[in-house]
């Protein structure tokens, strides 16, 4: 997730600080950035870089990717720079200030030794894509982060800058931005490649897709009609929210071939949202996939860009201080990311109830007493931080709770979207709340019950009883049979490396195979080498995962195997396994009011 810091004040000309960048000339796989900045008054000025952005949770130090950072004079006499540390400069003789200079470094190709989330990351790849997420290329002076900002990008006439800006350059060769401050400049990137974008407009919001494909696999028109069903979904959803007039979805797609960007996801930012997936994932899946998680990062319209605290709203990028809430940050935004898939009738109650359980399942593989306020506000550091992927799981699940909870209290007249309409009534954009309010608030607009969940549930060490929730709305545990993985038999792989030094994939020796692989002849202690003539190894085992997950009954395999020394080739039609799970689903077959309007209220 990401967000603005909303309360700054837009500053005159004369405090403006101007960026330019040239993506015409790119050395040793680095673009040069130069920043002038208004007449200084002081001796000493810092320019930062940020250690953490909105939406990460992570210290990432982008300052690292900064190289030979030089300050001059108007004469280009260079000025006394003195490195901090990772993150931050010291400029003396200040007065003299005209302009600083360095060159950023791209993450994407070096990720294997620098975990950067990649929609946070950067990529430099000349006269091809250019990945500009603004916080990496651009930082802010000390005491001049409420300024003004004018970004000049020289670029090929072939790439186009796709981003939620506004190009106030009618160049070809030449955009300029322009921000009011150094946090919305932040929040909103900017990918350069060949043009492929489609638009289209939902309920007075102008989308933007735009999708770089290094191998021309995905076309943004081949996507989109998903995207405009999804997107149009989640407006009716969300009914009134309406925070931007435009907003851009940015897909790059990895080559899982060469060294690439491998941290799939996205990040959102208020008009924006940044996405990384493997290119080689077949279209009808990545469909699937950006279905959910560009559906999550739209809800942030939400929280936290409609609703936040003053730890969001005052966000500091170099000594960071942490909201208690990221049950609502996220887990709010994650519920409402399934909800409405099930509201507008995009999935079964069935699926959505088997998603749900999936959560719990994940969450009880996590610490289920610790304080979800208590993690949120220490999630940058030990033991809290290794909690952190449970604000998509136990968070979405508290804020079922919760919708449940006012759901039963109300008749079925309210549930959690009212509530978050309230509380954007009550802040909105411009108005942060106070961390330790927020619950007093919460129960003031809606119950006494759910004042007593928050307490107990989420700042307590109390863990939820999820099947007493469900049956408030007609809805019990019970046995089900769930599609598996040709990989998979009874919740175990059946396939392993070999030998790291040769990287072959072996089929366990003695593993119990599935009905398909024991009547097509695979047996324990075969090496896999193809499938349908595609190679697979240790180096291309994610593109296995992702193949097998998209393989439908019936469909046609052949495998290449080695056993014994000797190559063999079998055959068969695919026959997907079915793994018995527990799971929840509706009591009776009579509609039960309170469900019904939980589900499709």
């Not at 940058?380 to 508290?398: F, R, S, W």
Request: charged share 25%; net charge negative; with cysteine.
């Amino acid at each position: 997730m990401s967000f603005l810091n909303f309360n700054a004040t837009a500053q005159s000309k004369d405090k403006q600080i101007q960026v330019d960048i040239d993506l015409n000339v790119v050395k040793d796989d680095q673009v040069m950035v130069t920043v002038t900045p208004p007449k200084i008054s002081s001796n000493e000025v810092t320019y930062h870089v940020p250690k953490i952005i909105p939406g990460t949770y992570s210290e990432d130090d982008y300052g690292k990717f900064i190289e030979n950072l030089k300050a001059y004079d108007a004469k280009g006499t260079a000025l006394t720079v003195a490195k901090l540390e990772d993150n931050s400069w010291k400029i003396s003789n200040a007065k003299k200030l005209s302009k600083i200079t360095y060159y950023v470094n791209d993450t994407y190709d070096i990720e294997d030794t620098h975990d950067i989330f990649s929609p946070a990351g950067t990529n430099i790849e000349e006269g091809k894509n250019f990945m500009i997420n603004t916080h990496a290329f651009v930082g802010y002076f000390s005491d001049m982060i409420e300024f003004p900002y004018k970004v000049n990008i020289a670029h090929p006439a072939t790439l186009w800058g796709a981003t939620a800006m506004v190009d106030k350059d009618a160049s070809d060769t030449k955009d300029t931005f322009n921000t009011s401050r150094y946090a919305e400049l932040v929040e909103n990137p900017i990918m350069y490649s060949k043009p492929d974008y489609t638009t289209f407009t939902v309920d007075g919001m102008e989308i933007i897709i735009a999708v770089y494909s290094p191998n021309g696999l995905i076309t943004a028109e081949s996507i989109t009609p998903e995207m405009k069903t999804m997107m149009t979904a989640q407006k009716n959803f969300l009914g009134k929210f309406n925070s931007t007039k435009k907003y851009a979805v940015l897909l790059y797609l990895s080559d899982m071939n060469r060294a690439d960007a491998n941290g799939f996801g996205a990040l959102e930012h208020p008009t924006s949202t940044t996405v990384v997936m493997p290119e080689m994932m077949p279209k009808e899946q990545l469909a699937e996939q950006l279905k959910d998680v560009v559906s999550h990062e739209f809800f942030h319209i939400v929280t936290p860009l409609t609703i936040h605290s003053k730890e969001i709203q005052n966000f500091d990028y170099n000594t960071p201080k942490m909201s208690q809430h990221l049950w609502m940050y996220e887990g709010v935004t994650e519920y409402f990311a399934n909800l409405f898939q099930v509201n507008q009738g995009l999935i079964t109650e069935e699926q959505f109830y088997q998603r749900m359980n999936g959560k719990i399942a994940n969450s009880l593989q996590m610490d289920d007493t610790m304080p979800f306020t208590k993690m949120s506000a220490e999630v940058l550091k030990k033991p809290y931080k290794d909690q952190y992927l449970n604000v998509y799981e136990k968070g979405a699940l508290i804020a079922m709770c919760i919708d449940i909870t006012i759901r039963e209290k109300s008749n079925g007249e309210r549930g959690i979207l009212d509530l978050m309409q309230k509380l954007s009534n009550e802040y909105g954009t411009q108005k942060a709340f106070d961390d330790k309010d927020l619950f007093a608030k919460i129960t003031q607009l809606t119950y006494p019950e759910v004042g007593e969940f928050l307490n107990t549930y989420v700042a307590g060490p109390t863990p939820i009883p999820y099947e007493k929730y469900f049956a408030k709305m007609g809805v019990t545990k019970t046995t089900m049979q769930v599609p598996g993985n040709i990989f998979v038999h009874n919740q175990a792989p059946v396939i392993t490396v070999l030998d790291p030094s040769t990287k072959e994939l072996l089929i366990i020796p003695g593993a119990e195979l599935n009905d398909f692989m024991n009547t097509i002849g695979i047996k324990g202690g075969d090496v896999l080498l193809a499938i349908n003539d595609v190679k697979y190894n240790l180096d291309n085992v994610n593109d296995l995962i992702m193949m097998s997950m998209a393989i439908k009954e019936g469909d046609p395999l052949t495998f290449k195997m080695k056993r014994d020394g000797q190559e063999l080739t079998l055959k068969g039609n695919a026959k997907i396994p079915m793994d018995e799970t527990e799971g929840f689903q509706a009591s009776d077959a009579t509609k039960n009011k309170l469900k019904e309007a939980w589900l499709k209220g």
